[in-house]
Structures are given as structure tokens and as C-alpha cells.
């Protein structure tokens, strides 16, 4: 089996571990770097490119969340990974009902362009110094938000 791959076995190795340390360092999916690989330098379609990389993420993906779950430092809200679930399960099925609709040429032209848009907006709204972390952006609105409506605020104060 391992004889019948297109590329030396240890090509797909070193495409994992670069996908491994790129999504666990940065957050990304392993499609930034799996499915251009696949497609350019392997030879692979853009549908197998895409099928294999969803495959990819769940193991390494679940990995990554464990040891972020695990960091006292971050914040991770089990509520807001299950809604997010429920919804990204919904959309990985309309999603494959899609690509498996649109030609592969089509395909890869569309997530090319996902890829530049998403770029460019990340380059032009990244905070630069002297701008408020938006990290909190969201217990920030709901304490506004509280406060607003008249509810008192019995944190401590720091």
C-alpha cells in the first residue's frame, strides 16, 4: 500500500506535522497548508484534497482542543463549542452536498479566493499597539449590556 502513494511516505509526514504545528499554534484548519499541498505539489483532486483533509482535522483537532481545555490560562467555554458544533455539523453536511455539486476547478478557484479575503481582512483589522485587546469583546457587551438594564455589578473591583 505504501508503495502505490504518489509521493515518498515521509512527504505525508512532514505535511502533518506541519499541519499539526500550524493548527495548534495558530488555530487554523488543517486545509491552509493540507489542501494546497495535496493539490499542487501531490497531484491530488480538490474534492480528495478537501475529504482528506476533514479527515485529518478530527483526530489533530481534538488533540488541540484537549490541551487548550486543559490551560488554566484560557478561557474555553464548553456552551459556546457545542452550539458551535450543532451548527458546524448542519454545514459540513450542506457543505459536502455542495462541493460534491461544483466543479473542482470552480472549487479550488472559490477556496483561493476564501483564503486572499480572509488574509487581507486579518492584515487590515489586526490590532495594532495602542488599540484595545478585543479579546473580551464578548463579557465585555454582556456586562455593559447588565448594567445597562439596571442589574448591579457585584464583582469586586480589583
Same mark, same amino acid.
Given at each position: !500500500?505504501?508503495?502505490?502513494l504518489s509521493n515518498p511516505w515521509w512527504v505525508f509526514i512532514v505535511l502533518g506535522l506541519c499541519a499539526g504545528v500550524l493548527s495548534g499554534a495558530l488555530g487554523l484548519g488543517s486545509g491552509i497548508i493540507m489542501i494546497p499541498t495535496l493539490v499542487l505539489l501531490c497531484g491530488? *483532486?480538490?474534492k480528495s484534497a478537501q475529504g482528506m483533509a476533514l479527515a485529518v482535522m478530527v483526530p489533530m483537532a481534538?488533540? *488541540?482542543a484537549l490541551r487548550?481545555?486543559?490551560n488554566p490560562e484560557i478561557e474555553f467555554n464548553t456552551v459556546i463549542v457545542g452550539l458551535i458544533i450543532? *451548527?458546524?455539523?448542519?454545514?459540513?453536511l450542506a457543505g459536502t452536498e455542495l462541493a460534491s455539486r461544483i466543479p473542482n476547478h470552480?472549487?479550488?478557484k472559490?477556496?483561493?479566493t476564501v483564503l486572499v479575503i480572509a488574509a487581507i481582512? !486579518?492584515?487590515m483589522t489586526s490590532a495594532k499597539p495602542g488599540q484595545p485587546n478585543l479579546d473580551n469583546s464578548l463579557i465585555e457587551q454582556k456586562i455593559v449590556s447588565s448594567l445597562e438594564n439596571g442589574e448591579t455589578n457585584n464583582e469586586p473591583e480589583i
Open positions: !500500500m505504501i508503495g502505490q491530488f *483532486g480538490q481534538l488533540v *488541540g487548550y481545555w486543559k450543532c *451548527g458546524a455539523l448542519a454545514g459540513a470552480i472549487l479550488r472559490v477556496f483561493a481582512k !486579518m492584515f
